[in-house]
């Protein structure tokens, strides 16, 4: 607060009905032998007792001095007081982090965890999080070993490619690459490429930190070859190309393809580095959906390295992936900076139980999550949608108004980026109960429920609400929703 303001508000004279709310607000000390006695207490650890009331009593005197109208002598009692430390010691005990029904259609959700792991992957990952494992251990020669050979074999197994790395994230792998490779020399990108991802992932800032130096060619919507060719200069030290995982460029466009940059590389002999942002093992179009760039191909292509995510489309853990050429990781692998991007031995358990879900294609398209989910037929989300609708409308009687919609589900994770994969969303209206009043108490929900308001509806697309998840919907409307 400036100087000004709290002069202001020092200023303001404090009522009698003000000076008499917090004569009756119970002090801390006193409301702390009150509520030693209530038994919600029991087990709870005392600082958060203590820090709980003093909360409550802060924020009570704070209203009472800001004037809300709320305030009365009802507020500062003995028993709302209590009641409301009992909230608040409550939602301190109560983990942050925890699960949510994801209603949004958006299958790779950033902000609500990007990508469910299968059955199979989190039953070895609770084994190695409760037990010792041969995390660094190689059991066969009784010594030291290397804590990412379980999942390197396998990468290289699945892409094809001659040597594999793996770091935290993806951010991290571009970081990384980028720094070995390209430190102090050119990067030449295309104009087209300079993309933002979300959460703050810039292509030029990530260059920057790198110590690489951007070396922008071609225009917004069209990059030849020449652009490319023209740039190279005894400073270059790197080809990169981008995948525009969040948007298209469509109209009067050209790119170059990544064969034509490997080989401009090869003739001038300088490395080239894709960026495939989502990056997945599966060819979309064999399931029927548009084509999405396979590490495969990159692989094929002859990059030198390729980088993507392991919980995007791969519907893996958070990690990053790098592949390519052994020479060149061998390099990557050196760099100091990967030891600070390495990953722990939770997301190593992950991701190799979900690597080898790849190896049948078709199991793998089944088991994940993630690609269950974008490749849900379109019946099959008929019914779901038709089923919730007539159970709900059961619970909500005349008061509830339920439209199917014909709506969109969205890949999410910057993958596939214009496809709106067909739906149908059940949307409700509540008489008495504005769409934004029942999107917050959906939110707020135990476990909270997250969809969207379109067409004055509160919409949930069952997409990417999983089969055991109607119930817990359900019971929030019965519960909470219908008796609002
Ligand atoms: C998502 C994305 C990244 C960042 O990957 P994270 O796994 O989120 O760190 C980088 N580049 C592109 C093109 C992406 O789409």
Redesign the pocket.
């Known amino acids: 607060m400036t100087k000004a303001k709290l002069q202001k508000k020092k200023l303001v004279p404090i009522s009698p009905d003000q000076q008499a709310l917090l004569r009756a607000l119970p002090a801390v000390d006193s409301l702390m032998a009150l509520v030693a006695k209530e038994t919600f207490i029991e087990s709870i650890p005392h600082t958060v007792v203590v820090n709980s009331i003093r909360k409550v009593v802060g924020h009570r005197r704070q209203q009472i001095l800001d004037n809300d109208p709320a305030m009365n002598e009802d507020s500062v009692s003995d028993a709302r007081m209590i009641e409301v430390v009992k909230n608040v010691v409550h939602q301190a005990m109560t983990p942050n982090l925890k699960r949510t029904i994801n209603a949004t259609g958006i299958v790779v959700h950033?902000n609500l965890g990007r990508s469910l792991l299968a059955p199979e992957v989190i039953d070895n990952l609770v084994t190695i999080a409760g037990r010792y494992s041969n995390l660094e251990y190689d059991l066969a020669a009784g010594r030291r070993g290397s804590r990412y050979s379980s999942v390197e074999e396998l990468i290289c197994e699945i892409s094809g490619a001659e040597a594999a790395l793996v770091v935290n994230?993806?951010?991290?792998?571009?970081l990384l690459s980028l720094e070995t490779l390209a430190r102090d020399r050119e990067v030449i990108v295309s104009r087209g490429e300079l993309?933002e991802?979300?959460?703050s992932?810039r292509?030029p800032d990530v260059m920057a930190k790198s110590g690489g130096i951007l070396k922008e060619v071609g225009t917004t919507n069209r990059t030849h070859l020449r652009d490319y060719e023209n740039a190279i200069g005894p400073n270059t030290g790197l080809l990169l190309k981008?995948?525009?995982?969040?948007y298209n460029v469509v109209g009067f466009t050209a790119e170059v393809s990544l064969r034509e940059l490997v080989d401009l590389g090869a003739a001038h002999q300088l490395p080239v580095m894709e960026?495939?942002?989502?990056g997945t093992f599966i060819d979309f179009s064999r399931f029927g959906l548009l084509k999405e760039p396979t590490v495969q191909e990159s692989v094929t292509a002859g990059a030198d390295v390729v980088?993507?995510?392991?919980?995007?489309l791969l519907g893996g853990p958070?990690?990053?992936i790098i592949v390519g050429k052994k020479r060149v990781i061998d390099a990557i692998k050196k760099n100091p900076i990967t030891r600070a991007l390495r990953i722990d031995k939770l997301t190593l358990a992950a991701l190799e139980g979900t690597l080898r879900l790849y190896r049948d294609e078709e199991k793998a398209a089944r088991t994940i999550p993630t690609l269950r989910m974008i490749m849900l037929p379109l019946p099959e989300i008929q019914d779901r949608a038709q089923g919730f609708a007539d159970r709900l409308k059961r619970i909500g009687g005349p008061r509830m108004h339920i439209r199917l919609l014909e709506s969109a589900s969205k890949t999410g994770?910057?993958?596939l980026p214009l496809i709106d994969l067909p739906s149908l969303c059940v949307g409700i209206q509540i008489d008495g109960l504005s769409p934004n009043t029942v999107e917050k108490m959906m939110r707020n929900n135990n476990p909270p429920i997250i969809g969207r308001i379109e067409d004055d509806l509160f919409v949930m697309d069952p997409r990417t609400i999983q089969e055991d998840e109607y119930a817990t919907i359900e019971i929030a409307f019965e519960n909470r929703i219908m008796k609002a």
């Open positions: 950033t994230n993806n951010a991290g792998a571009v993309v991802i979300g959460g992932f292509v981008v995948h525009t995982s969040n960026d495939l942002g989502s980088a993507f995510s392991g919980d995007k958070q990690a990053g994770g910057g993958a």
